[in-house]
């Protein structure tokens, strides 16, 4: 499920969505947060340009609304239902979850994003 070739192996590791190579981040890093979006221009191995057009990542913004949300209901649903704590304390893990998981989930947002447009190709892939 995780292994190269499939959209889920770009996606949760960052690496180029044409060959799986090579990260699209200068920095793996995502709590440096001054280069949390900074990302390499084309691809070393295949030549994929990343930013296909201008502003492309901008739709990424559709897609972390969506996992913002999901974490929001995981945080409810642990410290709700499980945990039993009153609304406060569930409002303050809700908003404490978003605010320690915001660098993960722009970066598996814009992960999301190319992984839409742009599909695996085994042929550019290194042979190891």
Request: net charge positive; aromatic share 16%; hydrophobic share 45%.
């Amino acid at each position: 499920m995780f292994k190269k070739g499939s959209k889920l192996y770009s996606i949760s590791t960052g690496t180029c969505p044409k060959c799986h190579e090579e990260s699209m981040y200068k920095n793996k890093n995502p709590y440096i947060l001054s280069q949390i979006m900074d990302m390499h221009e084309t691809c070393s191995n295949c030549g994929t340009k990343y930013k296909i057009e201008p502003s492309f990542f901008y739709g990424a913004m559709y897609v972390s609304y969506g996992i913002g949300i999901a974490f929001a209901v995981v945080a409810f649903v642990i410290s709700f239902v499980f945990l039993k704590a009153n609304i406060n304390v569930v409002f303050a893990s809700i908003v404490a979850t978003l605010i320690i998981f915001f660098p993960i989930i722009i970066r598996i947002s814009r992960n999301i994003w190319i992984n839409i447009f742009i599909h695996y190709d085994k042929t550019l892939a290194k042979r190891k």
